[in-house]
């Protein structure tokens, strides 16, 4: 099932205010569209391209991410562009441009995932022991 459950209406009307969700993959979805952008709550992105908006929670499998703020949830594979990342699990994917803040990054040489903090005075992403 594409959406498990859209708070604020309902597939017509988040397909309306939302267009490329149309075009976008994904199933188990629980999303509000009561605000001018788009709140993913939880649920499975599998492929297309997300354009702003917040994301709380879930499993992003694959496709392209345009801008918006990550909150949480785990990042298996795809391209970010642009954006900012609050916190979560990043595995596999290209980075493009963007602010990272806190979170664990899947680092293939180890095979564990290792905490990661942006630091604003350097500039620069900092592993954190």
Do not use: C, H, P
Not at 10 to 20: I, M, P
Request: a negative charge; zero cysteines; charged letters at 35%.
């Amino acid at each position: 099932m594409k959406y498990k459950q859209i708070i604020g209406g309902n597939k017509k009307d988040a397909e309306k205010k939302f267009k490329w969700l149309k075009d976008a993959d994904f199933e188990d979805a629980i999303i509000d569209i009561t605000e001018d952008y788009l709140v993913w709550v939880s649920g499975i992105w599998k492929d297309g391209v997300w354009r702003g908006g917040l994301w709380e929670n879930g499993v992003w499998r694959d496709g392209t991410w345009e801008n918006g703020v990550w909150e949480n949830g785990v990042w298996e594979n795809g391209v970010w562009e642009n954006g900012l990342w609050e916190k979560g699990f990043w595995k596999y994917g290209i980075w493009k441009n963007g602010t990272w803040r806190n979170g664990d990054m899947w680092d293939n040489i180890s095979q564990k995932y290792q905490k990661v903090e942006y630091d604003e005075d350097e500039k620069v992403f900092e592993v954190i022991e």
